[in-house]
Protein backbone atom coordinates (compact mmCIF):
# COMPACT_ATOMS: atom_id res chain seq x y z
CA UNK A 1 0.00 0.00 0.00
CA UNK A 2 1.30 3.49 -1.00
CA UNK A 3 0.35 4.80 2.32
CA UNK A 4 -1.64 8.35 3.02
CA UNK A 5 -1.15 10.46 0.18
CA UNK A 6 -1.69 13.98 0.08
CA UNK A 7 -1.20 16.92 -2.77
CA UNK A 8 0.12 19.12 -3.17
CA UNK A 9 3.15 19.20 -0.87
CA UNK A 10 3.61 22.26 -0.71
CA UNK A 11 1.26 25.22 -1.44
CA UNK A 12 2.44 28.97 -1.81
CA UNK A 13 -0.47 31.37 -2.36
CA UNK A 14 -1.32 35.02 -1.67
CA UNK A 15 -3.80 36.17 1.20
CA UNK A 16 -7.05 35.87 -0.09
CA UNK A 17 -6.84 33.03 -2.06
CA UNK A 18 -8.82 29.75 -1.91
CA UNK A 19 -6.92 26.78 -0.92
CA UNK A 20 -7.93 23.23 -1.52
CA UNK A 21 -5.66 20.45 0.32
CA UNK A 22 -6.57 16.68 -0.95
CA UNK A 23 -5.99 13.61 1.10
CA UNK A 24 -6.06 9.71 -0.01
CA UNK A 25 -6.40 7.28 2.86
CA UNK A 26 -5.38 3.93 2.99
CA UNK A 27 -7.63 1.15 1.73
CA UNK A 28 -9.58 0.03 4.13
CA UNK A 29 -9.31 2.90 6.86
CA UNK A 30 -12.62 4.22 8.03
CA UNK A 31 -11.45 6.81 9.65
CA UNK A 32 -9.66 10.09 8.33
CA UNK A 33 -8.33 13.18 10.19
CA UNK A 34 -7.04 16.43 9.47
CA UNK A 35 -4.17 18.19 11.51
CA UNK A 36 -2.35 21.21 11.54
CA UNK A 37 0.88 21.90 12.90
CA UNK A 38 2.83 24.84 13.52
CA UNK A 39 5.20 25.76 16.15
CA UNK A 40 3.46 27.53 18.56
CA UNK A 41 0.38 25.56 18.40
CA UNK A 42 1.85 22.00 17.84
CA UNK A 43 -0.31 19.29 16.27
CA UNK A 44 -4.17 20.25 16.67
CA UNK A 45 -6.99 17.99 15.22
CA UNK A 46 -9.14 19.91 13.03
CA UNK A 47 -11.54 17.33 12.20
CA UNK A 48 -12.17 14.24 11.64
CA UNK A 49 -14.63 11.27 9.95
CA UNK A 50 -15.56 8.07 9.93
CA UNK A 51 -17.49 6.48 6.84
CA UNK A 52 -17.02 9.99 5.05
CA UNK A 53 -19.24 11.63 7.72
CA UNK A 54 -18.17 14.52 9.76
CA UNK A 55 -17.78 13.38 13.71
CA UNK A 56 -16.10 16.11 14.92
CA UNK A 57 -15.51 19.68 13.53
CA UNK A 58 -14.91 21.38 17.20
CA UNK A 59 -10.97 22.14 15.82
CA UNK A 60 -11.96 23.53 13.07
CA UNK A 61 -10.64 27.40 13.99
CA UNK A 62 -12.98 29.41 11.90
CA UNK A 63 -16.01 29.50 9.11
CA UNK A 64 -13.04 29.98 6.69
CA UNK A 65 -11.85 26.30 7.10
CA UNK A 66 -14.15 23.40 5.19
CA UNK A 67 -14.00 19.66 4.85
CA UNK A 68 -15.72 17.00 2.76
CA UNK A 69 -15.58 13.51 2.05
CA UNK A 70 -17.50 12.34 -0.83
CA UNK A 71 -16.31 9.04 -1.18
CA UNK A 72 -14.03 6.86 0.98
CA UNK A 73 -10.97 7.24 -1.29
CA UNK A 74 -10.64 11.05 -0.92
CA UNK A 75 -10.83 13.75 1.13
CA UNK A 76 -10.19 18.24 1.15
CA UNK A 77 -9.44 20.50 3.54
CA UNK A 78 -10.42 24.21 1.72
CA UNK A 79 -9.16 27.29 3.61
CA UNK A 80 -11.26 30.52 1.42
CA UNK A 81 -9.98 32.97 2.01
CA UNK A 82 -6.80 32.11 2.90
CA UNK A 83 -4.57 34.20 5.62
CA UNK A 84 -1.17 34.65 6.61
CA UNK A 85 -1.59 33.17 9.95
CA UNK A 86 -2.75 30.04 8.45
CA UNK A 87 0.80 29.28 7.10
CA UNK A 88 1.41 25.58 8.72
CA UNK A 89 2.21 22.11 7.89
CA UNK A 90 -1.05 20.21 7.35
CA UNK A 91 -1.43 16.60 8.13
CA UNK A 92 -3.89 14.26 6.81
CA UNK A 93 -4.44 10.64 9.06
CA UNK A 94 -5.97 7.25 8.37
CA UNK A 95 -7.33 4.02 10.63
CA UNK A 96 -8.62 0.87 10.56
CA UNK A 97 -11.72 0.69 12.61
CA UNK A 98 -11.85 0.73 16.31
CA UNK A 99 -7.94 1.41 15.87
CA UNK A 100 -8.29 5.55 16.17
CA UNK A 101 -5.47 5.42 18.67
CA UNK A 102 -2.90 3.82 15.68
CA UNK A 103 -3.34 6.74 13.33
CA UNK A 104 -1.33 6.39 9.56
CA UNK A 105 -0.29 9.83 9.07
CA UNK A 106 0.36 11.33 5.28
CA UNK A 107 3.93 13.15 4.55
CA UNK A 108 1.67 16.62 5.20
CA UNK A 109 1.17 19.61 2.85
CA UNK A 110 3.76 22.58 3.70
CA UNK A 111 1.05 25.88 2.98
CA UNK A 112 2.73 29.32 2.91
CA UNK A 113 0.20 32.08 2.72
CA UNK A 114 2.13 35.81 1.69
CA UNK B 1 -7.85 23.24 31.87
CA UNK B 2 -7.58 19.99 30.21
CA UNK B 3 -3.90 19.43 28.55
CA UNK B 4 -1.27 16.73 28.25
CA UNK B 5 2.11 18.61 27.90
CA UNK B 6 6.07 17.11 28.24
CA UNK B 7 8.61 18.39 30.94
CA UNK B 8 11.54 18.86 28.73
CA UNK B 9 11.79 20.59 24.87
CA UNK B 10 15.17 18.75 23.84
CA UNK B 11 17.64 15.40 24.95
CA UNK B 12 20.67 14.72 23.65
CA UNK B 13 21.97 11.43 24.58
CA UNK B 14 24.48 9.16 23.34
CA UNK B 15 24.71 6.34 20.81
CA UNK B 16 23.92 2.93 22.62
CA UNK B 17 22.46 5.07 25.97
CA UNK B 18 18.94 4.64 26.87
CA UNK B 19 16.38 7.20 26.58
CA UNK B 20 13.32 8.50 28.84
CA UNK B 21 10.96 11.15 27.37
CA UNK B 22 8.53 12.58 29.95
CA UNK B 23 5.13 13.87 29.42
CA UNK B 24 2.78 15.15 31.72
CA UNK B 25 -1.33 15.19 31.35
CA UNK B 26 -4.04 16.88 33.61
CA UNK B 27 -6.42 14.78 32.41
CA UNK B 28 -7.58 12.04 34.39
CA UNK B 29 -10.28 10.78 32.07
CA UNK B 30 -8.08 9.95 29.11
CA UNK B 31 -8.87 5.94 28.00
CA UNK B 32 -5.48 5.85 26.34
CA UNK B 33 -2.21 7.64 26.30
CA UNK B 34 -0.11 7.12 22.71
CA UNK B 35 3.73 8.50 21.91
CA UNK B 36 4.31 9.31 17.94
CA UNK B 37 7.79 9.66 16.22
CA UNK B 38 7.59 12.53 13.67
CA UNK B 39 11.32 12.60 11.95
CA UNK B 40 12.18 15.66 10.03
CA UNK B 41 9.89 16.29 6.57
CA UNK B 42 7.43 13.38 7.72
CA UNK B 43 4.49 12.94 9.22
CA UNK B 44 4.03 11.50 12.85
CA UNK B 45 4.26 7.53 13.05
CA UNK B 46 2.59 5.81 15.50
CA UNK B 47 5.33 3.70 18.22
CA UNK B 48 3.20 2.42 21.54
CA UNK B 49 0.16 3.36 23.41
CA UNK B 50 -1.17 2.13 26.98
CA UNK B 51 -4.53 1.52 28.60
CA UNK B 52 -5.52 3.76 31.33
CA UNK B 53 -5.57 0.94 33.42
CA UNK B 54 -2.15 -0.13 32.80
CA UNK B 55 1.30 1.28 34.36
CA UNK B 56 3.49 -0.71 31.77
CA UNK B 57 3.46 -1.81 28.47
CA UNK B 58 6.66 -2.94 25.93
CA UNK B 59 7.47 -2.76 22.49
CA UNK B 60 10.50 -3.60 20.71
CA UNK B 61 13.36 -1.75 22.46
CA UNK B 62 10.35 0.75 23.60
CA UNK B 63 8.67 0.93 27.18
CA UNK B 64 5.90 3.39 28.21
CA UNK B 65 5.31 3.92 32.07
CA UNK B 66 2.12 5.42 33.15
CA UNK B 67 2.11 6.50 36.64
CA UNK B 68 -1.64 7.32 37.63
CA UNK B 69 -0.74 8.98 40.91
CA UNK B 70 0.94 11.70 39.70
CA UNK B 71 -0.44 12.01 35.93
CA UNK B 72 2.77 11.36 34.60
CA UNK B 73 4.27 8.99 31.22
CA UNK B 74 7.21 8.08 30.07
CA UNK B 75 8.55 6.32 26.63
CA UNK B 76 11.70 4.61 27.67
CA UNK B 77 14.24 3.81 24.66
CA UNK B 78 16.43 1.20 25.28
CA UNK B 79 20.11 1.13 23.46
CA UNK B 80 19.37 4.30 21.49
CA UNK B 81 20.26 4.75 17.68
CA UNK B 82 20.78 7.43 15.58
CA UNK B 83 17.55 6.49 13.12
CA UNK B 84 15.82 7.32 16.83
CA UNK B 85 16.57 10.86 16.16
CA UNK B 86 12.91 12.52 15.94
CA UNK B 87 10.55 14.73 18.07
CA UNK B 88 8.20 12.53 19.78
CA UNK B 89 4.92 13.86 21.06
CA UNK B 90 2.68 12.17 23.67
CA UNK B 91 -0.95 12.36 23.17
CA UNK B 92 -4.28 11.19 24.81
CA UNK B 93 -7.44 9.85 23.74
CA UNK B 94 -10.76 9.63 24.97
CA UNK B 95 -13.49 7.81 23.75
CA UNK B 96 -16.85 8.06 24.54
CA UNK B 97 -18.68 5.57 22.43
CA UNK B 98 -17.67 5.62 18.67
CA UNK B 99 -16.67 9.72 19.51
CA UNK B 100 -12.99 10.36 19.63
CA UNK B 101 -11.13 13.07 21.59
CA UNK B 102 -7.50 13.12 20.85
CA UNK B 103 -4.66 15.66 22.12
CA UNK B 104 -1.46 16.01 21.61
CA UNK B 105 1.11 17.37 23.16
CA UNK B 106 4.28 19.63 22.19
CA UNK B 107 6.45 17.55 21.58
CA UNK B 108 10.37 16.71 22.48
CA UNK B 109 13.21 16.76 20.55
CA UNK B 110 15.87 13.74 20.95
CA UNK B 111 18.87 14.50 19.47
CA UNK B 112 21.22 11.02 19.00
CA UNK B 113 25.25 11.27 18.61
CA UNK B 114 26.96 9.02 17.56
Known amino acids: DAGVIQSPRHEVTEMGQEVTLRCKPISGHDYLFWYRQTMMRGLELLIYFNNNVPIDDSGMPEDRFSAKMPNASFSTLKIQPSEPRDSAVYFCASSLPGQVREQFFGPGTRLTVL | GESVGLHLPTLSVQEGDNSIINCAYSNSASDYFIWYKQESGKGPQFIID?????DKRQGQRVTVLLNKTVKHLSLQIAATQPGDSAVYFCAEIRARGSNYKLTFGKGTLLTVNP
Open chain 2, 50 to 54: IRSNM
